[in-house]
Structure formats: structure tokens, C-alpha cells
């Protein structure tokens, strides 16, 4: 099994292509890595949800273009 | 030759390049794109909403004014992540315009019972934004940009000013902050 760093790395899409592609192949065949990788992706929808963007009201300058609506210093 | 991405939309790069030739429709559809995020993102680091919205719109004004200096390496809105990055911790830090962490108002109206679904997923969701409140800040942007904004390893690497292996290793350690206090909840 690899370690959970490298599992999370690989789930969060932050490994070099030939690393993933080494992962990849070995989590193919690793049913414990499978596992772990499930409870990764959970806690990742988990953090998507918490930290997903805001909607908030846009200000009036935003429809007019940044550079028309200078911000009072 | 003009871009479109999947929705058939053109693409945000494409928009800058025509507001670099004075397009201002095209100026002014990056903003109604890209506001939400830079405000959000404004907002977790600084809390303050009005400091937020004053950053958000410097970093538009910045980024328009500097078009020329924009290359298309990376996707434009790594780019006005960038900037903002650099304006909070060059002017919104120094000058002492952060204030302490406030409490927002719940969005659930009062006299509505919450479903029970929805209310542990909030009470964890809580649970999360306060523990990543608690992380330096340079991993607390890495993770919020990727989370948030969905910004690849290189694109958050380019935001903060990293090279792409301490991107990464900001992201993994920030991961594995989170973890421990998660657990330490439990």
C-alpha cells in the first residue's frame, strides 16, 4: 500500500503525469489503496463543500468595467 | 481565431486579449466571471467584507491596467489570483486593515427547522472553515485555491509566488493539519 500522502496527492490530482501514472497502476491492484482512496475522496467532497465559492451580490462598479469606477482610497 | 470553451463560451484568456485591445464588454465579463471567486477568496483571508470588496475591485483595477503584462502561461484567472495574493499581503496586511475572524449570520431562516441532512453537513462544514482558518496563510491559500477555485498544482504555484514542488507540499501538509484537528473534534 502507499503512504497516505502520496494517495492524497494522487486523488487531489498533484502528482507529476509519471507519478500518477505509476500510482495509477499500482492502485489498480491494491485493494487497500482502493479503499483509502474512497475515505480521500469523501474528505474531499467534504472540503469542496466547506470551501466552495461564494455568491455575494456584485457591486455597482463591476457593470460598469474596473477602470471606469475608481476605489475611493 | 477565437476560442470557445465547452459551453461554448469564449474563453477567459480569449476575453483578456480583447480587453487588452479596449474591449470594455469584454473587461466587463471577466469581472461578472471572476468576481465571485476573488471576493470569496478576499473575504476568508482578510474577514472583512468590506475590506474584501475594496480588495477585489483594487485587483481588477490592477489587472486591467496591466493587461500588457499578462502572457497566457497560465489561465488568466491564476493570474488575477496572483495579484490579489500580492495586494493583501503588500497593503491589506501592512496597513492593518485585517480585522479579527467575525461571525457571520446563519443563512438558514429562523423559524424553519433545519433538516437534519443539511445541518451536519453545515455543522462539519463549519467545522472545516475553522480549521483552515487556523492554518499559516500561505497553506490556507493553497488549499483555498484549490478547493475554492479549482486551480491545478502549477496554476496555485503561480498564484502564491512557489515553485510547484512547495505548492504541492503546502497543500499536503495543509491536508494533513486539517486531518489531525478533524480528529482531535471527534
Known amino acids: ?37 474512497r475515505r480521500i475522496a469523501a474528505e474531499h467532497k467534504l472540503f469542496k463543500g466547506a470551501l466552495a465559492r461564494e ?14 469606477h475608481r476605489r475611493k482610497s | 481565431m477565437r476560442r470557445v470553451n465547452l459551453l461554448g463560451l469564449e474563453t477567459d484568456e480569449d476575453l483578456a486579449q480583447r480587453a487588452r485591445e479596449g474591449g470594455r464588454e469584454a473587461e466587463r465579463l471577466l469581472i461578472l466571471r471572476l468576481y465571485p471567486g476573488v471576493y470569496t477568496l478576499a473575504d476568508r483571508l482578510l474577514h472583512n467584507p ?32 496572483r495579484i490579489l495574493v500580492n495586494l493583501i499581503r503588500d497593503e491589506f496586511r501592512r496597513s492593518n486593515r485585517v480585522v479579527t475572524a467575525e461571525l457571520k449570520p446563519d443563512d438558514w431562516p429562523s423559524n424553519e427547522p433545519i433538516p437534519l441532512e443539511a445541518a451536519i453537513r ?6 472545516v472553515r475553522g480549521h483552515v482558518d487556523r492554518l499559516p496563510e500561505q497553506m490556507k491559500t493553497a488549499l483555498l485555491l484549490h478547493f475554492q477555485e479549482n486551480l491545478n498544482g502549477r496554476e496555485i504555484a503561480y498564484a502564491l509566488g512557489i515553485t510547484y514542488d512547495a505548492a504541492r507540499l503546502k497543500i499536503s501538509r495543509a491536508v494533513a493539519k486539517l486531518r489531525q484537528w478533524m480528529g482531535e473534534d471527534e
Open chain 1, 1 to 37: 500500500m502507499r503512504s497516505l500522502d502520496d494517495l492524497t496527492m494522487y486523488m487531489y490530482g498533484l502528482l507529476d503525469p509519471a507519478a500518477e501514472e505509476k500510482m495509477k497502476a499500482h492502485v489498480a491492484t491494491c485493494p487497500d489503496c482502493v479503499r483509502m482512496g
Open chain 1, 55 to 68: 455568491y455575494p451580490d456584485l457591486p455597482a462598479w463591476t457593470s460598469a468595467g474596473a477602470t471606469r
Open chain 2, 50 to 81: 468590506e475590506n474584501a470588496r475594496d480588495a477585489a475591485q483594487e485587483a481588477f483595477l490592477r489587472a486591467f491596467s496591466r493587461l500588457h503584462q499578462y502572457d497566457g502561461a497560465h489561465r488568466f484567472s491564476a493570474w488575477i489570483f
Open chain 2, 122 to 127: 453545515e455543522e462539519n462544514y463549519a467545522r
